[in-house]
């Protein structure tokens, strides 16, 4: 069956950094676009970052960020061993969350992965940073 398994949160300090990964299986990866969201206590979840699949778009993937994120994550993906990573750098306490992996097979840019809710989700993994 379709499963998406998330790895690499922990406690970090501010400027800090992360790397999550999600490891796919029960699908072909390259089909589908990806993303990060995450959900922080009392708040809604959001789209973090996304990337297309360009089997779907015909076209070169397709990135997205959101706007505070922006120039501290690097989302990127790998086909053949089915991860998608996301690299956080100069963490901030607003990051804190729990970080959710998800896979579309219908999103065809990276904005609309991120502004739609996805149809597979992983279990999440928590990122804190605090000092």
């Known amino acids: 069956q379709v499963q998406l398994v998330e790895s690499g949160g922990d406690l970090v300090q501010p400027g800090g950094s992360l790397r999550l990964s999600c490891v796919a299986s029960?699908?072909?990866?390259?089909?589908?676009?990806v993303g990060w969201f995450r959900q922080a206590p009392g708040k809604e979840r959001e789209g973090v970052s996304c990337?297309?699949?360009?089997?779907?778009?015909?076209?070169?993937?397709?990135?997205y960020y959101k706007p505070s994120v922006k120039g501290r994550f690097t989302i990127s993906r790998d086909n053949a061993k089915s991860t998608v990573y996301l690299q956080m750098n100069s963490l901030e306490p607003e990051d804190s969350a729990i970080y959710y992996c998800?896979?579309?097979?219908?999103?065809?840019?990276?904005?609309?992965?991120?502004?739609?809710?996805?149809?597979?989700w992983g279990q999440g993994t928590p990122v804190t940073v605090s000092s």
């Open positions: 998800a896979a579309d097979p219908w999103a065809n840019t990276g904005q609309r992965m991120c502004i739609l809710t996805p149809t597979y």
């Open positions: 029960g699908f072909i990866l390259e089909h589908y676009s």
């Open positions: 990337i297309s699949s360009s089997v779907i778009s015909s076209a070169n993937s397709t990135t």
